[in-house]
T-cell receptor, first 112, second 114 residues
Framework: SQQGEEDPQALSIQEGENATMNCSYK?????LQWYRQNSGRGLVHLILIRSNEREKHSGRLRVTLDTSKKSSSLLITASRAADTASYFC????????????FGQGTRLTINP | DAMVIQNPRYQVTQFGKPVTLSCSQTLNHNVMYWYQQKSSQAPKLLFHYYDKDFNNEADTPDNFQSRRPNTSFCFLDIRSPGLGDAAMYLCATSGTRKGYNEQFFGPGTRLTVL
């Protein structure tokens, strides 16, 4: 069953603007992760936020987690053309299985 | 550099002709995964190995099999590819450090079925 749902499905902004993507999930989690996928390539891990954390930063990335609402957001500040990619959230079950369930992804386009 | 390698990057096969995709890793990770990803969709887990223990997803068709002869290598066998099996196949690995199970992906193999 689908764990993560993301919105928007597609987002197009101008270079330099901030991009925000949201992810919702259904069950308890250990952590939530965000991945980037450039067209035709594998996924690249961006950031992991644990269930007891509320906010995390990494460079131009800011991730928030609200476990009461079962939702997370990824903010990319000062976007660049190279940020054009699909972004997926992924959650693991709190039972500790070594599996991730990916959301449907947000396709981000940065226009120069 | 430690990495996950997939070969070939592009594979063309004929309907019903068995095909094998390979994955190798230099990360010495315990867990290896195979995902299927179709256009504009999320990666879908087919199965994973925790060391030598094979874990199949309930909805993975019997047509898909996997082998892990050693820590470094893992293979995906599609016994009789159908047109619906055309997709990107992604291999990933992860360690078992508790609470930090980020996955490291290979570049993928794009499978075309004629």
């Amino acid at each position: 069953s689908q764990q993560g749902e993301e919105d928007p499905q597609a987002l197009s902004i101008q270079e330099g603007e901030n991009a925000t993507m949201n992810c919702s999930y259904k069950t308890s989690i250990n952590n939530l992760q965000w991945y980037r996928q450039n067209s035709g390539r594998g996924l690249v891990h961006l950031i992991l936020i644990r269930s007891n954390e509320r906010e995390k930063h990494s460079g131009r990335l800011r991730v928030t987690l609200d476990t009461s609402k079962k939702s997370s957001s990824l903010l990319i500040t000062a976007s660049r053309a190279a940020d054009t990619a699909s972004y997926f959230c992924a959650t693991d079950a709190a039972q500790g299985a070594q599996k991730l369930v990916f959301g449907q992804g947000t396709r981000l386009t940065i226009n120069p | 550099d430690a990495m996950v390698i997939q070969n070939p990057r592009y594979q063309v096969t004929q309907f019903g002709k068995p095909v094998t995709l390979s994955c190798s890793q230099t990360l010495n990770h315990n867990v290896m995964y195979w995902y299927q990803q179709k256009s504009s969709q999320a990666p879908k887990l087919l199965f994973h190995y925790y060391d030598k223990d094979f874990n199949n997803e309930a909805d993975t068709p019997d047509n898909f099999q996997s082998r892990r002869p050693n820590t470094s290598f893992c293979f995906l066998d599609i016994r009789s590819p159908g047109l619906g099996d055309a997709a990107m196949y992604l291999c990933a690995t992860s360690g078992t450090r508790k609470g930090y199970n980020e996955q490291f992906f290979g570049p993928g193999t794009r499978l075309t079925v004629l």
